[in-house]
């Protein structure tokens, strides 16, 4: 039944493109809503009958074997809650038709791409569904073909490429030492192994997902990718694409194969703990929105890792919350930034000023998603933020998590720093025609506002239900 | 491993070895966008061929076959979109140096 989710998005696809009529066009946007739709409606609910249920003919055919647990839920509701802003911004911002059913095609591959990469259970196909998602992700980021698009996506290019080198590497090296791709057979033979070679291989994998996640100092290509990419792909990439391609992969693989070893935990703490330094000094300097707001990503992607650093249930229930509301938050700043970037046409800080009289939504939404970056109670980032802490706390790592706390200050002082800038203050010259954007891009927005701030004040629910769970992932 | 695969093995892990060594080499030196597209071909090469050596090495030769050929298919697909880049950046630049391509920092 799970190979639904990837069969069915691409048999639409096949079925969208055949050459019937323009009416298909139009139904592309549709079928694309109702599929996002269908993803997060069934992984909230999802005790219901879809995910067991069995289709003996389909199983016959498709025999990729897939795997459901509570993590998988979490990723899917954050693939399809991000997929669906990209898709509602990209019918505002793109004019043509034509260009919005291009990247609607686009999109649905990297989805598909990445609802595998959530299920999978063994690494050659991870691999593969890696690939998808980075190809499609090419090809997004010079969707515009300008100058910008090309350098970003070339440089995201070569990188994912020796990423993929390093990974396959390290698959050969299982290989070798396993005889077997599937997680628990790697991850059995590997006590037994030749030590240096497993080791090799870790360090290997582990270095091939920084540079997918971009966690510091593999983080070269991110701020590039995300500032050159139109702004319904910077949703995208920044809300789901580097975390299904970097960081749950990160965490998957570390519970399930290499399991929570000294020196792997040792790596994820101190990468962690560098890319939220590295990132927030690095986002006090920036003048452009989308920069600062790519760097921001680093240092919050910092944290998850730092907290799937520490190896206990709750640390993993904390960096993955922190995942999906690093998705939530930064897509609604990312499609905030994209509504000021179409109306004033730039990007530069500089240039912006008192424009919460004229975009009051905007203006409001973007303090939301700021302030939860910042982790302030109630909202939802706050207490990501404080499971991380406790589970570093518990563990004994009391440095990582002064480091941690101090680091929230700098998220808050530039954020304050943009809110001052962009939205505070005297309108700036030559702004006072500046309107909202239409009600597609501003409901977007106030949906995104309302689950950051949903998800903090119903945090008890959302703990029992969907974090606890989590643990059955370390239980192998 | 017995003593005759280990001798398969260290005659095919210098050749992964160099191979690795020159596309790493020419990924570092090169300024033109398709000679590094060319080094990372050189590289996913030597990746191939420890995958095939691997699964000659544990009996696994069905597992890396199907591997390989995955892989060969994924990497044509890479070098397409690699080549559709380059050729829009000559559209743009009128040449293949990445050093016009710093557009993006700070």
């Avoid at chain 1, 540079?211 to 792909?233: Q, R, T």
């Avoid at chain 2, 060969?72 to 080549?83: L, P």
Wanted: net charge positive.
């Amino acid at each position: 039944m799970p190979s639904l989710i990837i069969l069915v998005p691409l048999l639409g696809l096949i079925i969208l493109n055949m050459p019937i009529g323009n009416f298909m066009r139009r139904g592309a946007f549709w079928f694309a809503i109702a599929l996002f739709s269908a993803q997060v409606l069934l992984a909230v609910f999802h005790h219901s009958l879809a995910w067991t249920g069995k289709l003996p003919p389909v199983d016959a055919l498709f025999k990729v074997g897939f795997t459901i647990d509570h993590l998988t839920f979490i990723m899917f509701i954050c693939i399809g809650l991000v997929s669906f802003s990209s898709l509602l911004v990209a019918r505002h911002a793109m004019g043509d038709e034509g260009e919005l059913f291009k990247f609607i095609n686009l999109l649905i591959i990297a989805s598909v791409g990445m609802s595998g990469i959530v299920m999978v259970k063994d690494i050659f196909s991870l691999y593969i569904f890696l690939e998808i998602t980075s190809i499609a992700s090419f090809i997004l980021i010079a969707f515009r073909k300008d100058v910008y698009g090309l350098e970003g996506a070339f440089k995201y290019l070569v990188l994912s490429a020796v990423a993929t080198i390093l990974m396959l590497t390290s698959i050969a090296l299982f290989i070798l030492v396993s005889g077997d791709t599937s997680f628990s057979t790697i991850g059995a033979s590997l006590q037994s192994g030749n030590r240096v070679i497993v080791m090799l291989a870790i360090g290997i994998f582990i270095c091939g997902l920084f540079i997918k996640g971009g966690v510091v100092p593999f983080h070269g290509w991110l701020p590039d990718a995300y500032m050159s990419a139109p702004a319904p792909v910077s949703i995208l990439l920044a809300g789901i694409i580097t975390k299904a391609a970097g960081i749950y992969t990160l965490i998957r693989i570390t519970s399930a194969v290499f399991g929570f070893i000294e020196p792997v935990k040792a790596i994820l703490m101190l990468a962690g703990t560098v890319s939220i330094l590295f990132g927030a000094f690095a986002a006090l300097g920036q003048n452009d929105f989308k920069r600062m707001l790519a760097y921001s990503s680093i240092s919050q992607i910092g944290y998850i890792v730092l907290g799937a650093g520490t190896g206990t249930a709750l640390g993993i229930a904390g960096a993955v919350f922190h995942l999906f509301n690093h998705s939530v938050f930064k897509s609604l700043l990312f499609v905030n930034a994209s509504a000021v970037e179409k109306e004033l046409k730039t990007n530069d800080m500089n240039r912006m000023g008192g424009l919460s009289y004229r975009m009051p939504i905007t203006s409001a939404t973007s303090m939301v998603g700021f302030l939860s970056t910042c982790g302030i109670p109630p909202l939802s980032g706050f207490w990501s933020k404080l499971l991380i802490l406790i589970a570093l706390w518990q563990t004994g790592h009391f440095a990582y998590a002064t480091i941690a706390v101090l680091a929230s200050v700098l998220t808050l002082a530039y954020f304050l720093m943009m809110q001052r800038k962009v939205f505070f203050g005297k309108l700036a010259l030559g702004l006072e025609n500046v309107k909202e954007r239409g009600a597609g891009i501003m409901f977007v927005s106030i949906a995104l506002a309302f689950i950051t701030i949903g998800a903090g004040i119903f945090f008890p629910v959302i703990y029992n239900n969907f974090l606890l769970p989590i643990k059955e992932i370390l239980v192998k | 491993m017995s003593l005759n695969l280990m001798q398969t093995f260290s005659i095919f892990g210098f050749f992964i070895i160099l191979l690795f060594i020159v596309g790493t080499y020419c990924l570092v030196v090169t300024r033109n966008i398709l000679r590094a597209v060319i080094a990372l071909e050189i590289l996913i090469k030597a990746v191939t061929l420890l995958l095939i050596v691997v699964g000659y090495i544990t009996g696994n030769v069905a597992l890396a076959q199907s591997l390989v050929i995955t892989v060969i298919v994924i990497e044509v697909v890479i070098v397409v979109i690699a080549g559709g880049i380059a050729l829009s950046v000559f559209r743009h630049n009128d040449d293949l140096d990445v050093r016009r391509l710093q557009n993006l920092k700070g």
